[in-house]
């Protein structure tokens, strides 16, 4: 297999893809992640990941790139990182005693391959007081996560039903992504 690239600073899906066993460098680019009004979600994180792995094979030609993102999405709303504790706050509001969908999008491409695909996953939280969220938010962890929230933290607490691939919602499909990458070998 040729050199394999993962165009993420992400530590979580550093940890999923070494689970693979195969040897990767890390890469990750400053890219312009806006989305133009009205994408559908599945088209917004497979056009992100493409763009993240775009950028990586410039400067790793010869190599498999893997380009990901994940959004939150909770009544027709992408949520992103959040901006500030308030924001945080106001997401996980949003979020607690309801349903709400993750997609994460994979950009597969190499100098003769352009593969992209997503996975769609639903959570459900429990409800959540304002004391869970403020210690939640106290953490620290959740600043840096689409959501508010990652599932592989202490926000699990949150979570009471999940529908879909956990890995997913941790930023990684490993299971999809594995046989994606068996046509490269």
Not at 2 to 20: D, F, G, Q, V, W
Not at 132 to 143: F, L, Q, R, T
């Amino acid at each position: 297999m040729k050199n394999l690239i993962l165009a993420s600073a992400s530590p979580r899906r550093h940890e999923l893809l070494s689970l693979l066993e195969i040897p990767f460098k890390t890469f990750s680019s400053d890219i312009d992640e806006t989305i133009s009004p009205n994408t559908a979600p599945e088209e917004a994180v497979q056009q992100l990941a493409l763009k993240k792995a775009q950028a990586a094979i410039e400067t790793h030609p010869n190599s498999i790139i893997i380009g990901c993102d994940t959004i939150v999405v909770h009544n027709g709303n992408i949520l992103g990182k959040p901006a500030d504790k308030a924001d945080a706050f106001h997401v996980l509001s949003q979020l607690s005693n309801h349903t709400h969908t993750v997609y994460t999008g994979v950009s597969i491409i190499s100098e003769d391959v352009n593969k992209v695909f997503y996975e769609k996953t639903e959570v459900t939280f429990w409800e959540l007081s304002d004391q869970d969220i403020e210690a939640y938010i106290d953490s620290g962890e959740p600043m840096d996560k689409a959501g508010s929230y990652g599932i592989q933290g202490k926000a699990a607490l949150f979570v009471k039903e999940i529908h879909g691939d956990y890995y997913s919602v941790v930023g990684l499909p490993i299971s999809r992504l594995a046989r994606e990458l068996s046509f490269f070998r």
